[in-house]
């Protein structure tokens, strides 16, 4: 992958969506959204976005409910979730159903993160 890809990151922490802008501007193109609604806007509008990555807890839309919503609509989309808690079997679910193909925690690994969105892309290139 020569071209930067794009990549949205939502989450309802302002300094934490200035941080993963700066930590991955590098290697992917960053968009980011303040909250679900937000990114399925950004979605709509946005269609070279190949990659999403959603912190799980907000108000109002979970990481996981908005990627249920998001996956709707955006099926070629790959879904990531951030976390700073353990992993409930929600997750997993969600990972099993495919839904989502990884989840992260914090504090951040910028290089697994950046690994696990390439190697998720590769794999869905048709």
């Not at 992958?1 to 989450?11: F, Q, W």
């Not at 079997?89 to 914090?106: D, T, W």
Request: hydrophobic residues 45%; aromatic residues 10%.
């Amino acid at each position: 992958m020569s071209e930067k890809i794009t990549v949205l990151y939502v989450d309802d922490e302002m300094i934490n969506l200035m941080l993963f802008k700066r930590l991955f501007k590098d290697h992917f193109y960053i968009l980011t959204a303040e909250s679900g609604n937000k990114g399925l806007e950004v979605l709509a509008s946005e269609k070279e976005i190949k990659a999403v990555v959603s912190d799980m807890k907000m108000p109002d839309m979970s990481g996981l409910e908005f990627a249920v919503k998001a996956k709707n609509q955006f099926p070629d989309v790959v879904f990531f979730i951030l976390t700073g808690f353990d992993c409930t079997p929600e997750m997993i679910e969600a990972l099993n159903s495919k839904l989502i193909s990884e989840y992260f925690g914090k504090p951040l690994n910028s290089a697994k993160i950046i690994g696990s969105i390439q190697e998720a892309l590769n794999r869905n290139e048709p």
